[in-house]
């Protein structure tokens, strides 16, 4: 019988996950609260990445991106829930985390926030480094994975971050952003990038609410408006963003497509 950390890893791979690793959760000594409320006496992360189909993520078309985007995700959590599901059957108390919604709303955390930083758990995981554009850049698929994963009380053995650094530094995706949110090493003004991929997002969402109570505002058109219609939609899929600029600068061996 191989190591319970070979049959986790196993089970992942097999649900869909490109990547799974193991982190420490005491190197997210700021998440301490909100995983112990997750789990009391939770201790590892069990982090997985699904990579992207690149060449549907750089397609000029945003249903195409929206749709890879959909199925990425779905593939993250299936898998997440598939290790937490076989942990918990072997007797190790393990819970699968939301990969990005749905997220604490109320103040302080309005939705910015994840339970998990699943950045800072990959890294630790030895899923990938730190790249110039904030994100995770992995050897195989660059920034162009979701990731999602587990907190347990099993006492699996970390795996610890990567040996090199697999962000290039190339500077790609600083120049690729569309509003210029990028700053080098990680830098992000959030605002920017939230503006420019949350078109039709909560924002949006509440604008035409505010709208629709203001006397003088056209009401009618609001209704009949391109907006709401975009709004159901994501509504309906679960999937709102509209840039992805920065995921699909990197090198990596994943697909042959140009970069754009
Ligand atoms: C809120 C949120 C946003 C916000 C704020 C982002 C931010 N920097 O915090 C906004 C709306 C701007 C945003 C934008 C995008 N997001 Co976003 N977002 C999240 C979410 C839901 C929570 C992040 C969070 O808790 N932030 C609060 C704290 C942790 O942020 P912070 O203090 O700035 O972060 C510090 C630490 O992370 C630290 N750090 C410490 N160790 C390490 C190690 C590594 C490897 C890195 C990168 C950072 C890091 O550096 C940061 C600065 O000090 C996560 C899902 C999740 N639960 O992790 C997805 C997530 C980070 N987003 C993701 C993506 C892909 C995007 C977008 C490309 C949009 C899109 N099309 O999907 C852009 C990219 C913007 C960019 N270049 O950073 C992916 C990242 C995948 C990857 N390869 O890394 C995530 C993980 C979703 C997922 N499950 O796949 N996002
Ligand atoms: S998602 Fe788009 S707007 Fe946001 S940082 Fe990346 S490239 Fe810039
Ligand atoms: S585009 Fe280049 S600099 Fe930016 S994260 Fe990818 S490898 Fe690093």
Avoid at 182 to 187: D, I, R, Y
């Amino acid at each position: 019988m191989n190591k319970l950390e070979d049959q986790v890893k196993m089970v992942a791979r097999q649900m869909g996950a490109h990547l799974v690793g193991i982190a420490d959760a005491a190197h997210l000594p700021d998440q301490a609260p909100a995983i112990a409320t997750l789990l009391p006496g939770a201790r590892r992360l069990v982090v997985v990445a699904t990579g992207h189909n690149r060449v549907a993520l750089r397609s000029a078309d945003n249903e195409a991106r929206q749709f890879d985007t959909i199925h990425t995700y779905d593939e993250a959590a299936r898998a997440a829930h598939a290790v937490a599901r076989f942990l918990d059957a072997v007797g190790h108390a393990a819970i699968a985390v939301p990969a990005f919604i749905p997220l604490d709303m109320a103040p302080p955390k309005k939705g910015m926030r994840g339970a998990v930083d699943w950045r800072r758990a990959a890294y630790w995981a030895g899923l990938g480094s730190k790249g110039e554009n904030g994100l995770l850049v992995t050897r195989d698929w660059g920034s162009a994975v979701r990731l999602c994963g587990v907190v347990t009380q099993a006492a699996l053995a970390p795996d610890g971050p990567l040996a090199e650094d697999v962000c290039d530094h190339c500077g790609n995706c600083l120049t690729a952003c569309p509003p210029g949110a990028l700053g080098a090493e990680g830098a992000i003004d959030k605002k920017k990038c939230g503006d420019h991929i949350f078109r039709y997002g909560f924002r949006a969402f509440q604008g035409l609410m505010a709208g629709l109570f203001d006397r003088q505002a056209p009401a009618k058109a609001a209704i009949e408006g391109v907006a709401l219609r975009e709004l159901w939609q994501n509504f309906m899929t679960g999937n709102y963003y509209y840039c992805f600029a920065c995921q699909t600068q990197c090198h990596g061996g994943g697909d042959s497509a140009p970069k754009g």
